[in-house]
């Protein structure tokens, strides 16, 4: 196994054993020397870093920027018709484009000479420019794929060496939402043998022949090889999701001496009776494959864990996971984790993953661009289905915007289409969205030409699942196109962002077609789902499900407000109606209050919704209209006890279905509740129920992560909320928390939900929002107890304590 350890830990293992594992992989991620801003030379050895910042990645610089409110003379861009452009940096999170510094310093090991040492980046934002020793050793023009450095020859024996990273925003018009900047992603150093070893994502795994019986799983993998043997041995071991190793066997290969580095076919073995990979039961094994010197010791190891699955699609039944009928109920947003910005901490990552399993997704779009290994590692273990994307539009302008992007994206495909393949939870590739519509990508011809051309490499690396482009199907006019766009012709899946009205239509004319909705609005959520032939169609992922940074329909929202979640992870009260029929097994019914109708469009579509409330603290002698959302049969709505009525759910009318509309309800204090029931039964199926709550007395909180482990980069977040003295939360509390933190821990992030706050996601403040406000700590590399106290004045204070626990996997960063 590859060991994933530590500089110190490292040391220590040469200690005990006497020789280190035949691939080390040491954690670069802590102590970094930061510096926000630009200057010459800054490369330089020499340069006096001691006044820089100490960061530790994954780190975002933006995200601590302030806001930048919109000069009174700052404009709409209309003449952009691919972008939602409502000022100067509306689009970016309004926060100040620019460039940021990054310093580290290491000494070479000696057991490291005559081996092969690399640095691994798995992600630079927006463009990066890496150094060694103030010598330029590579770069990263689009920042959500990664990089491998060789440096053997470059470092420096028995002396510091200096790793220094430039890290470039770009312009306001490089993204169409915030991206964020800097080592956003984990950092690495690599050590393997220098005469035999793998590549870089060397392994290629795939299961073609799936049944409940057996499966055969096949082994390629990219072997260098600069030794003058004509044959190398490779052992390859399998381990089953209990940790059995079930296969084991060591196979000779033959070396082509005019092709030192090549793919071999390891080996193709069959499975008895395999353990699926599904949604609901993600079973993983995996494969470890180790390369021989030829005196017979391990030279390098590689290994990848990898799901036994079968994937069909086709117009009769849309998508089948071994033979089984699969609607894909999903989610596209951005890659960002709200308070972090787009430091891709893993338990962020997670408590997103299983918020919406909660409420009924199974699928996640990567719109628009590769998120990071840990997010698909998840995705594996949780059973979420993935739609992996490459790129926004094929345009120089929004793929890093310093290379041209037909130089660029030969390069980029493979690293993506490697990278991610042996992830079971990957099951179509798109290569763009919403492109189409413009006619100056290259080859001017809507996208036709470069998708073939991506296409044909992309299947050198992968043909065992679907290629697709997100687009609006009609093309150069969306309004009066009787033709879905020439390139919707070409994709293997038809891939539609909000017209799936043409699904229908376009099925009878050409019959071989499959469909998938790429995105659909929160503001036609229900008829969006319900109207499509859910039996024949593929499924469909909604628009930016959870509020993010960026993309702001005008100050002073710092970005997206839309979704069912706020940025705080906090359910808004039509997410229990996405839910309902989500998770159709599942009885709910959930009140939510109308406040008022918000719309706006965007690229032709209404993407406005009704604001809601969940709380009963109302004006005496107000007059409210509300909806119930169920999937029961029947609801019936009381306040204080008395009937308002009890009404059916219309399921015939797709406007209405799981969504009951009550007008002209009167507000008393005391409680509303909703009791839902199956038809013409008298035992209620589910039940919602809010009541008035009293005066703020004490703050209260909970923490969400029970195996918080001292790693250096696990996250706590803790959710503090004012109540009154019967416990109850109290929605209109807004004072200003301050958070205390004693313990190995410190604080990564504060958030509320209201995306139109002026405070920023750091420090040790944050008001109350809707009454709830979250505090984000990362652990340090120790284990401890942590105790938190959230105060604020006019409230009691809370403290909760919880430990972080030793890592087992030895990954602790410096």
Known sequence: MIRKISAIAFVLALMTTGAPDAREVIDLNRGWRFYRGDAAGLQSPGVDDRGWSIVNVPHDFQISQPWVEPSPDEMPDLDNPVANVKSRLSARGFKEMGTGWYRKRFIPLEDWRGRRVLLDFEGIMLTGDIYLNGQLVGVTDYGYLGTEIDITDRLKWGESNIIAVRADTGRPENSRWYTGGGLYRDVKLVVTDATRYFTRHPLYITTPVVSDTLATVKIEGEIACFSADKAMDVRLDVINPRGDTIYGRVVRLAVDRRRQIREYLIDSIEVKVPELWSCESPALYKAVASVYDGDGSVADRAEATFGIRSIEYSPEFGFRLNGRKVLLKGIANHHTLGALGAAAYERAIEKRIELLKEFGFNHVRTSHNPYSTSFLDLCDRYGILVVDELYDKWLTQYAGGRKEWVEQWPRDLPEFIKRDRNHPSVIMWSLGNELQTL?????????????????????????????????????????????????????????????????????????????????????????????????????????????????????????????????????????????????????????????????????????????????????????????????????????????????????????????????????????????????????????????????????????????????????????????????????????????????????????????????????????????????????????????????????????????????????ISL
């Open 439 to 811: 006619w100056e990508i290259p080859y001017a011809d809507w996208g036709v030409t470069p998708y073939r051309m991506q296409r044909e490499l992309l299947r050198r690396y992968d043909a065992t699942r679907p290629v697709t482009v997100a687009m609006h199907p009609r093309g150069r006019n969306q309004a009066t196109d009787s033709l879905p766009a020439p390139l919707a012709m070409e994709t293997d899946i038809a891939a539609y962002n909000y017209r799936y009205m043409y699904f229908p239509g376009d099925s009878r004319r050409f019959p071989w077609m499959i469909f998938y909705q790429s995105e659909a609005n929160t503001s036609n959520m229900g008829p969006n789902y319900f109207d499509m032939d859910l039996d024949r169609v593929i499924g469909l992922a909604y628009w930016g499900m959870i509020d993010y940074l960026g993309e702001s329909h005008g100050w002073p929202a710092k970005g997206w407000n839309e979704g069912v979640f706020d940025i705080s992870l906090e359910p808004k009260p039509n997410a229990y109606f996405l839910r309902s029929f989500f998770k159709p097994d599942e009885p709910l019914v959930h009140i939510g209050i109308v406040d008022r109708y918000y719309g706006t469009e965007w690229n032709g579509i209404k993407v406005g919704s009704t604001r809601m409330s969940e709380h009963w603290n109302l004006p005496s002698g107000s007059v409210v209209s509300l909806y119930t959302y169920t999937n029961a049969d029947e609801v019936e709505l009381k306040v204080n006890g008395r009937s308002m009525g009890r009404r059916l759910n219309d399921r015939k009318d797709s406007k209405t279905r799981n969504r009951i509309l009550w007008d002209s309800i009167p507000y008393k204090p005391g409680y509303i509740e909703a009791v839902a029931y199956d038809k013409g039964k008298r035992k209620p199926v589910a039940r919602h129920r809010i009541e008035t709550a009293g005066r703020p007395q004490k703050l209260v909180m909970d923490f969400d992560n029970r195996h918080w482990k001292a790693d250096g980069c696990d996250l706590q977040h803790i959710k503090v909320m004012a109540v009154d003295d019967r416990g109850r939360r109290v929605r209109s509390a807004d004072a200003q928390v301050t958070f205390i933190v004693d313990g190995p821990a410190e604080i990564a992030g504060v958030i509320n939900g209201d995306i139109a706050s002026d405070e920023l996601s750091v420090g040790d403040k944050r008001r109350l929002y809707n009454g709830t406000a979250v505090v984000i700590l990362r652990s340090t590399g120790l284990p401890g107890k942590v105790t938190v106290t959230a105060e604020a004045d006019g409230l009691d204070p809370a403290t909760v304590a919880v430990a972080t626990i030793e890592s087992s996997d030895m990954t």
